[in-house]
């Protein structure tokens, strides 16, 4: 849809006529001059590939053997001017996609498979019953010589459509996300990377990009299945330093510390024989919990958590929606795992507390922030507007609330934190001239599984932010998989996000605050 424009919308998935070439093998005269033309004009060089066709063309007495699909208006009026005997076509149906790769984590496609159409991954996916409708069938009796009987009992069937979908995704906004990510990616070096918007007070999801993303038109053309599957649902990781945001805003929900507490830092910690450092070995003496958050202090995570305790700990972060899925309308959708936290040792919570031995996925973080930043609401996210019906009836999606997660005090109380943060911590690059931001960066050792341990040279980079603080438009997650050329999230995540929000707030027209 566009903003700017209330009830404006845009082909995201639509329908196109393509058509079916079909051999009637008897009709076909001279097979290997037809095989020649057919892959000369198609440019099929495979040794493989040519030999399927031409045992096609070689079957006895096969009236109808289906050769290629998906040939459009314009290829078929050349084919035919060939004037090649035994070749035909049918029309067919295909989805088409006229946005090809922007947004192909969302949709999902629809493939050919034995059983016909099926929308697979995406929305495609998840609404693919929905989406395809209901094929008619018309029930007879014939006669003898097989003649329909007109007076006999005719059941008729009528096919009915699929429902439409429109969604909550902005097209400027999405267009200049993926952008901005992909340009990002390359520049970091990073395996992959994903960026969700969301309005915070809705729920709904304005913006959905990853890298590397596909064509939908042509989803088969892929190296690896594996980029069909939606990161920002499908992929479950330990989010890093992210998660101290939501350690620290339990604490101060509970009454357990204020933005002043004083907490003394002596560079390590030592639970049950395990001994917990700051990230390089740094040690930070006496400081209060904004310095903590703006530090990113490990020892200082662990601190707050103690005071909670990890019933308490454990029973906020299942209200904030970790260990279960958010119910999105995205096919594949992980639920993330906090089950560590059921274990009866105290390290397990300490390490929890600033992001490590837990996983969640990158939705599940951005509705956690989303509740820190909008008075402490957690709300469902959702990414379809509306659905209309074949009948003209349509359904309006409604912003859904799940819980009150915090207090709003302290959500006020945590963004200010968050917000000293991004002025003089170490999200200082995520920052927009004359708006008050608030996040906090994550950068995440990444497991090897089967080890125990940790890899040495992987990372995952996070940013979770919000603005402008005071009446937050938007809140977004900026992620890169294994970069190779930063250390840190403040160096790649962080400034992806704030190039984005300063394009945002001009988009959205919201006015400067400083």
């Not at 031409?54 to 289906?66: A, F, H, M």
Request: with cysteine; aromatic share 12%; net charge negative.
């Amino acid at each position: 849809q566009d903003y700017k424009q209330p009830g404006k919308y845009y082909p995201f998935a639509t329908n196109r006529q393509y058509y079916l070439m079909y051999a009637n093998t008897t009709e076909v005269e001279t097979p290997l001059d037809t095989l020649e033309k057919i892959t000369t004009f198609f440019k099929i060089e495979n040794a493989t590939d040519k030999e399927a066709l031409l045992q096609r063309l070689l079957k006895e007495n096969d009236i109808y053997e289906p050769m290629r699909r998906k040939i459009t208006e314009d290829e078929k009026v050349e084919l035919e001017k060939m004037n090649l005997a035994g070749i035909h076509f049918v029309p067919e149906i295909w989805r088409y996609y006229p946005e090809n790769n922007i947004g192909s984590h969302i949709l999902g496609f629809v493939g050919y498979t034995d059983d016909g159409y099926t929308g697979q991954y995406g929305l495609e996916g998840y609404f693919n019953k929905e989406l395809s409708g209901q094929t008619g069938y018309l029930q007879y009796n014939r006669d003898a010589i097989g003649r329909i009987i007109p007076t006999a009992d005719l059941t008729f069937d009528r096919p009915e459509d699929g429902f439409d979908l429109l969604l909550t995704i902005d097209r400027a906004v999405q267009f200049y996300t993926c952008g901005m990510l992909e340009k990002h990616a390359v520049k970091y070096g990073a395996e992959r990377g994903t960026v969700i918007i969301m309005e915070p007070n809705t729920g709904a999801i304005i913006a959905m990009c990853s890298y590397p993303d596909f064509d939908p038109n042509n989803y088969n053309l892929v190296d690896d299945l594996y980029v069909y599957n939606n990161p920002a649902v499908y992929d479950s990781y330990e989010p890093g330093s992210v998660f101290k945001a939501i350690t620290m805003a339990v604490a101060l929900d509970q009454e357990k510390v204020t933005p002043d507490t004083m907490f003394e830092d002596k560079g390590e910690v030592t639970i049950a024989n395990f001994t917990i450092r700051n990230a390089l070995n740094k040690v930070y003496g006496r400081q209060n919990m904004k310095q903590v958050l703006e530090n990113s202090i490990n020892t200082g995570a662990i601190w707050v958590a103690q005071q909670v305790g990890r019933e308490k700990f454990r029973e906020y972060l299942t209200n904030f929606g970790f260990g279960s899925q958010t119910g999105i309308s995205l096919h594949g959708e992980a639920s993330g795992n906090i089950s560590a936290l059921n274990q009866k040792s105290d390290i397990y919570m300490a390490t929890a507390s600033f992001g490590q031995g837990i996983t969640a996925t990158p939705i599940q973080l951005l509705s956690a922030f989303a509740a820190l930043a909008n008075g402490g609401k957690l709300m469902k996210p959702y990414i379809v507007d509306k659905i209309l019906f074949e009948s003209g009836m349509s359904e309006q999606n409604k912003p859904t609330m799940i819980r009150q997660v915090i207090s709003p005090k302290t959500s006020l109380t945590i963004s200010a934190m968050l917000g000293s943060v991004v002025e003089s911590g170490h999200a200082q690059r995520a920052a927009v001239d004359g708006y008050y931001i608030g996040g906090k960066t994550g950068t995440a050792q990444v497991s090897n599984p089967g080890t125990g341990k940790y890899y040495e040279d992987k990372w995952i980079h996070t940013f979770l932010g919000f603005a402008p603080i005071s009446n937050p438009k938007f809140v977004m997650l900026t992620k890169f998989d294994h970069p190779t050329n930063v250390r840190f999230a403040d160096s790649s995540a962080a400034p992806l996000f704030g190039e984005i929000a300063k394009f945002l707030l001009s988009y959205l027209q919201v006015p400067t605050e400083k």
